[in-house]
């Protein structure tokens, strides 16, 4: 079938639905449901078609202006000036709807949790630990995310052994997945008296949150343990056992939380950490049926994965994956120019999902 043909049928199926809905009954509400999410993301692929067909008749109109003796010749020059920019806006706007044709991921439009891991490198790693955290937390503010910090263990000298926060907003997990991964830093720690730069490491994770309604726990499959919270140092923060352990027997996948003084809610945050981490663990799974290799595949999720540097002394982050290297690390830190290393990220991943789709 060749690209217009496809086209043609895009279209002609956005009007089917649009009469459909109009025409609807109501009598099945999870058809109605169904049809208008359909129609939702058929919209603005069907926008960028018109669009597109105007732009072709502009140019075959420009072309006869162009050839028309009859015109005077600023008439036929203006006539050249619009053929030329539309020649060269014309494959933009092809590129533009086969990134929207693009098979979407289902958990593209899902809020995210964040886990953020101090790795190795003792103290230094820690505090770089939280850097990041104030980075996203920072990112999530400019974006108009909600950022409410879940969990978080301190050492009590402003770094951090492991965070966790829920990001909500729109096209959170679709602008963040690519996140996760071993992120390493190098700088001179401020203990450092002879100058000499350390590297150290954090992990970070993201996952799509899920509701319950998403995956299914059976609660005989969980071991809930309670204690009393503590601090850093060791000290008891409360007096009473509020602190919540949950394991998941059938994977081993642990959750701790202690930051509320109420049991159940530490227990209500650990399960919603819980299910999006068995979410993650069969969003991975089925990945691993449907590829052999993911090597292709920008940002896969896994944490052994080296995907960015963080250069405090040459002032330049560079992210692994796609070769690139930005000397703005303070910007970077502050989450005002991390959109510059996610938009190149997520266009070599529409790239790579093309070139597959043509294989």
Not at 35 to 45: A, C
Not at 312 to 335: A, C, F, W
Not at 349 to 353: F, G, L, M, R, T
């Given at each position: 079938m060749s690209f217009a043909i496809k086209l043609n049928r895009l279209i002609e199926r956005h009007e089917d639905l649009s009469n459909s809905l109009a025409t609807h009954t109501m009598a099945d509400t999870n058809d109605f449901a169904k049809?208008?999410?359909?129609?939702?993301?058929?919209?603005?692929?069907v926008e960028a078609i018109k669009t597109l067909r105007r732009a072709e008749i502009d140019l075959k109109d420009a072309q006869s202006l162009m050839a028309d003796s009859s015109l005077d010749s600023e008439m036929r020059e203006l006539a050249e000036v619009e053929w030329l920019s539309l020649k060269e806006q014309i494959p933009l706007m092809e590129h533009e709807i086969q990134v929207l044709l693009l098979p979407k991921d289902a958990d593209d439009d899902r809020n995210a949790i964040l886990e953020v891991r101090a790795g190795t490198g003792g103290e230094e790693a820690g505090l770089f630990a939280a850097n990041l955290l104030r980075m996203y937390q920072r990112y999530a503010a400019i974006k108009g995310w909600k950022f409410e910090l879940l969990n978080s263990t301190d050492t009590g000298l402003g770094a951090i052994k492991e965070a966790s926060a829920s990001i909500c907003g729109k096209g959170v997990f679709a602008r963040l997945k690519f996140e996760s991964g071993v992120?390493?830093?190098q700088?001179?720690?401020e203990t450092e008296s002879s100058g000499r730069i350390h590297t150290?490491?954090?992990?970070?994770?993201?996952?799509?949150?899920?509701e319950e309604v998403?995956?299914?726990?059976?609660?005989?499959?969980?071991?809930i343990d309670v204690y009393r919270a503590s601090g850093a140092g060791g000290q008891h923060v409360n007096t009473t056992d509020s602190a919540v352990r949950i394991t998941h027997v059938p994977t081993g996948v642990v959750v701790t939380q202690q930051d509320e003084r109420s049991q159940h809610k530490n227990k209500a945050k650990a399960m919603k950490i819980l299910r999006a981490r068995l979410y993650e663990a069969e969003r991975n799974r089925q990945d691993a049926e449907r590829a052999a290799s993911r090597k292709n595949q920008v940002g896969s999720g896994d944490r052994s994965e080296r995907i960015r540097t963080?250069?405090?002394?040459?002032?330049?982050?560079?992210?692994?994956?796609?070769?690139?290297?930005?000397?703005?690390?303070?910007?970077?830190?502050?989450?005002a120019a991390l959109d510059e290393l996610i938009d190149p990220l997520i266009s070599d991943?529409?790239?790579?999902?093309m070139a597959e789709a043509v294989e």
């Open positions: 049809l208008s999410k359909e129609y939702s993301d058929l919209t603005d692929v992120h390493r830093v700088r001179v720690p150290s490491a954090a992990t970070v994770a993201v996952l799509p949150e899920v998403d995956i299914h726990i059976d609660e005989k499959d969980l071991e963080y250069n405090y002394p040459q002032g330049r982050v560079s992210d692994h994956r796609i070769n690139l290297t930005l000397y703005k690390i303070d910007q970077i830190m502050e989450g991943y529409q790239a790579a999902k």
